[in-house]
C-alpha cells in the first residue's frame, strides 16, 4: 500500500509548474486536514528555506524544497536518524581560480573579471611585482593580483604567498 507521502506525487513531475501547484495543494491540503504536520527540521539538507514535513501515522518524514527562478522544487525521503553528510570545504577568492596555461578566450574572461573585482575592491594588484620569470620578454606585461581579505574558507597564508598572475602581450 503506498504511503501517504509518496502518493502526493502520483502522476506529478513536480519540476513542471503545473504539477508542482498541483502537488503544493496536495501538500497544503493534508496539512490543514491535520494529515501532514510540518516539523523543525533537525540539519540543513539543501537549502537554509527547506521545509521538513511529517506523517503522523507511518512516522515518515520528507523534506520539501520549494522552487524559485534558480531552482527546481525537491520532495524526497529524509532519515532523520542518518548522521548528516559533511560538507567539504572549498576555497573561495582567488585561490579558487585553477592556475597553468589557459587558451586566449580563458585569458580575456579571467583579466575582465580580475577587473570587476578590482573595481569592486575583492581583489588588490601586488605592487611592486615579484621578480618574474616572464617580466624581459618583449610586448608582455604582467599584473599580480592578490585578495583583499579571506572568505570563510579561504586558506589565507597561500593567498598571500602566491598571487594570482594575469600576463598579457602588449600590441
Known amino acids: 500500500m503506498p504511503r501517504l507521502f ?3 506525487t502520483d502522476d506529478l513531475t513536480i519540476s513542471h509548474y503545473d504539477d508542482w501547484l498541483l502537488f503544493d ?3 497544503a491540503e493534508l496539512v490543514r486536514c491535520g ?3 510540518r516539523v523543525l527540521s533537525s540539519r540543513v539538507i539543501h537549502l537554509q528555506d527547506e521545509e521538513w514535513y511529517l506523517d503522523p ?3 515518515d518524514v520528507y523534506v520539501y524544497v520549494r522552487p524559485d527562478d534558480k531552482i527546481l522544487p525537491k520532495w524526497e525521503r529524509v532519515d532523520v536518524f542518518a548522521q548528516p553528510e559533511e560538507q567539504g570545504r ?3 577568492g582567488l585561490g579558487a581560480i585553477p592556475t597553468g596555461r589557459i587558451d586566449r578566450a580563458s585569458a580575456t574572461s579571467l583579466k575582465t573579471i580580475l577587473n570587476v573585482l578590482l573595481r569592486h575592491g575583492k581583489v588588490e594588484m ?3 611585482a615579484p621578480p618574474s620569470t616572464v617580466a624581459g620578454l618583449p610586448g608582455f606585461a604582467e599584473t599580480w593580483y592578490s585578495d583583499s581579505k579571506p572568505g ?3 586558506d589565507w597564508s597561500k593567498n598571500k604567498t602566491e ?3 594575469a600576463g598579457s602581450r602588449s600590441p
Open 6 to 8: 509518496e502518493s502526493l
Open 25 to 27: 495543494q496536495r501538500l
Open 35 to 37: 494529515q501532514a504536520k
Open 57 to 59: 501515522i507511518s512516522g
Open 90 to 92: 572549498y576555497q573561495t
Open 126 to 128: 601586488v605592487s611592486p
Open 152 to 154: 570563510p574558507f579561504t
Open 163 to 165: 598571487p594570482i598572475i
